[in-house]
Structures are given as structure tokens and as C-alpha cells.
């Protein structure tokens, strides 16, 4: 497909969400308070800024946000949408300047019938992980996301149904030396049996089409390598299409309410049109399991092993930013508490581990790579329209960095 008309498809699906959910928010009551808008300011200080080997310089980041969402359910529907926005700056580093945005708009529909099914737009931006990627020290690097979805569902029974989806995705960076971008389009059909009881299981066919324009094809080698200082390897890139195909079998078992669990099991194949690159052949999944145990305290466990482009664009699965080699394995574990310590205390902690491999300009930086991460926070509800919080995160990957990140915030929303 012409690089033109894969944008103009995804500039149609963009706007289609968010006008079906102004839409439908028209016709809502006002008794119903379904919108919600506000101001936030938050300060971080991050120790290690561009996540250096062996230069830690630390920074204050003051962080000046818009926030605004949408929930409404029209009779059969649900009509969706938020948006946060912040204007980061930085005290010392003002080259990292930087404008982020995390948003999404969807609507769930269904029919009197047999027919449902849910129309779905995401987009984010951040800076870059600047470990993963080799562009000039203090230089800006933006990553933005895009995931444009439509999926549809026939029941032939109230508990076997007929099943299908597609979506468009997009990464883009905005320094040049950053050739991780690439372009998605991803379709699938399957069959699902379970309704709304404890059991449900569903098989598949997915299939994914990744459009990479400056692919890291292999590395070069110029002049004399004994040579004081040495030469290192050149990067080489090139237009690369990668097919895969995947047959899932996915799987959701409740049994009671206070605990959900769900997996996915993959059968994946994946090719190049490029030849250096490797094909891929073997067994990819993931599986969640959200427990409750109280009113005030919940669980939500995380495994997943896929490849990095899958990982990102999977819901709850989320590593962002986009790890440097896509078509590589990650593994990924993850635990997230939360306990309602009193009616106007929350308070979360988390601990994450990936491990995947690391294609990067600079040698050294290439190789396996694991990250660990931990985290807590604490919210205080001070009023219905205020709400004050702190969290203090650390990261370190081996044989590269660590970063200690302390931040506190005030979030202000009418409603």
C-alpha cells in the first residue's frame, strides 16, 4: 500500500471515534455529570536524565497539564473518551523541552440482536528511553504512537459467536537518527464460545503486515580495525516488510468475583522481505490474572512474552517507550497492588521486569538486556475536585543504568 494512502486511512479512523463519542455526548443529561475537565502541575526530579552508563546528570522537571474525559452509555452503547496533556520543562536541560499526551475516544455498540461490537483510537507521546537509542547527548527524541482499531462480533447462540477485527498502528520518532518507525496493519477472525459465564474461550486467526522503512539490516565494517582508536562497525539500514501470522487460542475464567483470569497462546511465524534479517517461528502469549480479594485491596499480575511491537500495542502490556529492536522477544512480568488505606487514601506499588534484546548505533550498547523496576505512590482525596499525590520509582538495566525518579503532583477537576 502507498505510503499516502496508509496515512489517509489512518487520518480517517483518527477523527471517528472522537466524533461518534461528541456525538452521542450531546444527547446526554446534565444529572448524569458523565464529562470531567482539569488542571494538573506536577515536579520530577530524575537522577540520570539520559539514563547514562557513566555520566549521571540529574534534572527538575516542572510538568503543566490539561486533562478532560467523557463516559457515557446511551441506552445499548458506551461512548468513551480522555485525554491528559503536559508541557514539560526541564530546569538545566532545556533541549528536552517537550509537549506529552496520552489520549483515547471509543465507542462499544450493540444491536437489539446478534450483532456488537466497539470502534477504538489511542494515540501517545513521550520522550524517548535514551538508553535504547544513540542520537547526540541534550538532543530531543519524541516518540508517538497511533492505534486505530474496529472489531465486530455475531452471536449465533447466546454463547457461540463469530468473531473479527482490524486495526491500524503507527511509531514515529522525531529525530532523524531515530530509524525505529514503522507502520502496522493487523487483521483477524476467529470464533468465541462463553457468554457472560465463568468460562470463555476463543480461537483465531491473526495476521500482521509491518511496514519499516529504514530497518536495521546488519553492520559494516570500514579500514583497519587494529587501528588506535578502533573503528567501530557502521550501521546499515533498508526498507524492510515483515509478514506474520499467528493462530491464538485465548481464554477467560472467573471463577468468582473476586478474580479474573486471562491468557493467550500463540502459534507465530514471521518473515522479512529483507534477507539478513531472521525469521521468526515458535510460541508467543501472555497471561493476567486480576484478583480482589477485599473492597480495599486489589491485585493485577502481568506475564507476557512477545515480540516488542506486540508488547506495545497490547493493552496492559504496555513498554513504553518502544523498545529499539521490534521484531525481537521481550519477556515481561509485572505486579501492581493498590490499597484504599482510608476513604481519601490510595495508596500503589508496583515492580516490573522485561528482559529483550537491544539493536543500537552504538555497539556497546547492543546485546540481551534486562530492566527491573520498582515503585510506590500515595494519593490523598482532599476534596471531590482536588487531589494531591507522590511517587518515587527506581530502574535499572544491566550493564547500562540506573535512574531514580521522585515526583509530586495537584490535580484539580470539575465534574
Same mark, same amino acid.
Given at each position: 500500500?502507498?505510503?499516502?494512502?496508509?496515512?489517509?486511512?489512518?487520518?480517517?479512523?483518527?477523527?471517528?471515534?472522537?466524533?461518534?463519542?461528541?456525538a452521542f455526548g450531546a444527547t446526554a443529561s446534565a444529572e448524569e455529570s458523565p464529562y470531567y475537565i482539569g488542571v494538573s502541575q506536577a515536579f520530577t526530579h530524575d537522577s540520570n536524565v539520559l539514563h547514562s552508563t557513566n555520566n549521571e546528570r540529574g534534572d527538575t522537571i516542572s510538568s503543566t497539564g490539561v486533562l478532560g474525559g467523557i463516559d457515557l452509555k446511551p441506552g445499548r452503547q458506551h461512548v468513551f473518551g480522555n485525554l491528559s496533556a503536559q508541557a514539560n520543562r526541564h530546569q538545566h536541560f532545556d533541549a528536552l523541552d517537550n509537549t506529552s499526551y496520552?489520549?483515547?475516544?471509543?465507542?462499544?455498540?450493540?444491536?437489539?440482536?446478534?450483532?456488537?461490537?466497539?470502534?477504538?483510537?489511542?494515540?501517545?507521546?513521550?520522550?524517548?528511553?535514551?538508553?535504547?537509542?544513540?542520537?547526540?547527548?541534550?538532543?530531543?527524541?519524541?516518540?508517538?504512537?497511533?492505534?486505530?482499531?474496529?472489531?465486530?462480533?455475531?452471536?449465533?447462540?447466546?454463547?457461540?459467536?463469530?468473531?473479527?477485527?482490524?486495526?491500524?498502528?503507527?511509531?514515529?520518532?522525531?529525530?532523524?537518527?531515530?530509524?525505529?518507525?514503522?507502520?502496522?496493519?493487523?487483521?483477524?477472525?476467529?470464533?468465541?464460545?462463553?457468554?457472560?459465564?465463568?468460562?470463555?474461550?476463543?480461537?483465531?486467526?491473526?495476521?500482521? %503486515?509491518?511496514?519499516?522503512?529504514?530497518?536495521?539490516?546488519?553492520?559494516?565494517?570500514?579500514?583497519?580495525?587494529?587501528?588506535?582508536?578502533?573503528?567501530?562497525?557502521?550501521?546499515?539500514?533498508?526498507?524492510?516488510?515483515?509478514?506474520? @501470522?499467528?493462530?491464538?487460542?485465548?481464554?477467560?475464567?472467573?471463577?468468582?468475583?473476586?478474580?479474573?483470569?486471562?491468557? @493467550?497462546?500463540?502459534?507465530?511465524?514471521?518473515?522479512?522481505?529483507?534477507?539478513?534479517?531472521?525469521?521468526?517461528?515458535?510460541?508467543?502469549?501472555?497471561?493476567?490474572?486480576?484478583?480482589?480479594?477485599?473492597?480495599?485491596?486489589?491485585? %493485577?499480575?502481568?506475564?507476557?512474552?512477545?515480540?516488542?511491537?506486540?508488547?506495545?500495542?497490547?493493552?496492559?502490556?504496555?513498554?513504553?517507550?518502544?523498545?529499539?529492536?521490534?521484531?525481537?522477544?521481550?519477556?515481561?512480568?509485572?505486579?501492581?497492588?493498590?490499597?484504599?488505606?482510608?476513604?481519601?487514601?490510595?495508596?500503589?506499588?508496583?515492580?516490573?521486569?522485561?528482559?529483550?534484546?537491544?539493536?543500537?548505533?552504538?555497539?556497546?550498547?547492543?546485546?540481551?538486556?534486562?530492566?527491573?523496576?520498582?515503585?510506590?505512590?500515595?494519593?490523598?482525596?482532599?476534596?471531590?475536585?482536588?487531589?494531591?499525590?507522590?511517587?518515587?520509582?527506581?530502574?535499572?538495566?544491566?550493564?547500562?543504568?540506573?535512574?531514580?525518579?521522585?515526583?509530586?503532583?495537584?490535580?484539580?477537576?470539575?465534574?
Amino acid at each position: 500500500m502507498p505510503h499516502r494512502q496508509r496515512t489517509a486511512s489512518l487520518t480517517m479512523l483518527k477523527p471517528l471515534a472522537l466524533g461518534l463519542a461528541l456525538a452521542f455526548g450531546a444527547t446526554a443529561s446534565a444529572e448524569e455529570s458523565p464529562y470531567y475537565i482539569g488542571v494538573s502541575q506536577a515536579f520530577t526530579h530524575d537522577s540520570n536524565v539520559l539514563h547514562s552508563t557513566n555520566n549521571e546528570r540529574g534534572d527538575t522537571i516542572s510538568s503543566t497539564g490539561v486533562l478532560g474525559g467523557i463516559d457515557l452509555k446511551p441506552g445499548r452503547q458506551h461512548v468513551f473518551g480522555n485525554l491528559s496533556a503536559q508541557a514539560n520543562r526541564h530546569q538545566h536541560f532545556d533541549a528536552l523541552d517537550n509537549t506529552s499526551y496520552d489520549a483515547a475516544a471509543g465507542l462499544d455498540w450493540q444491536t437489539i440482536e446478534h450483532l456488537s461490537g466497539a470502534l477504538q483510537y489511542s494515540t501517545k507521546q513521550n520522550l524517548v528511553n535514551f538508553a535504547d537509542v544513540s542520537v547526540p547527548v541534550g538532543t530531543k527524541d519524541v516518540q508517538k504512537t497511533q492505534h486505530a482499531s474496529a472489531s465486530v462480533r455475531y452471536g449465533i447462540t447466546s454463547q457461540f459467536g463469530l468473531e473479527g477485527s482490524a486495526s491500524h498502528r503507527t511509531v514515529v520518532f522525531s529525530n532523524a537518527e531515530d530509524k525505529r518507525g514503522f507502520t502496522q496493519r493487523v487483521g483477524s477472525a476467529g470464533v468465541r464460545w462463553g457468554g457472560t459465564g465463568i468460562l470463555t474461550v476463543g480461537v483465531s486467526l491473526r495476521d500482521t %503486515k509491518t511496514d519499516t522503512p529504514q530497518a536495521l539490516i546488519g553492520f559494516s565494517t570500514l579500514g583497519d580495525l587494529t587501528a588506535v582508536p578502533p573503528i567501530l562497525p557502521v550501521a546499515a539500514y533498508g526498507p524492510d516488510r515483515s509478514d506474520r @501470522r499467528d493462530v491464538d487460542l485465548t481464554t477467560t475464567w472467573s471463577p468468582s468475583g473476586l478474580s479474573i483470569l486471562s491468557a @493467550r497462546l500463540s502459534v507465530s511465524r514471521q518473515t522479512h522481505s529483507q534477507p539478513s534479517l531472521p525469521k521468526f517461528s515458535g510460541v508467543t502469549g501472555s497471561l493476567g490474572w486480576d484478583y480482589k480479594p477485599t473492597g480495599k485491596l486489589e491485585f %493485577k499480575t502481568t506475564l507476557a512474552r512477545d515480540t516488542g511491537s506486540e508488547v506495545v500495542f497490547s493493552e496492559g502490556l504496555n513498554l513504553f517507550p518502544l523498545r529499539t529492536s521490534n521484531d525481537r522477544l521481550n519477556t515481561l512480568a509485572s505486579l501492581e497492588a493498590k490499597y484504599e488505606a482510608t476513604a481519601k487514601i490510595l495508596v500503589d506499588a508496583n515492580i516490573k521486569y522485561d528482559r529483550g534484546f537491544i539493536d543500537a548505533l552504538d555497539v556497546s550498547k547492543n546485546g540481551s538486556r534486562s530492566t527491573t523496576s520498582y515503585g510506590i505512590g500515595a494519593k490523598y482525596l482532599a476534596s471531590r475536585a482536588i487531589t494531591l499525590g507522590c511517587n518515587l520509582n527506581q530502574e535499572r538495566r544491566s550493564h547500562t543504568y540506573e535512574d531514580t525518579v521522585a515526583s509530586c503532583s495537584a490535580q484539580f477537576v470539575l465534574r
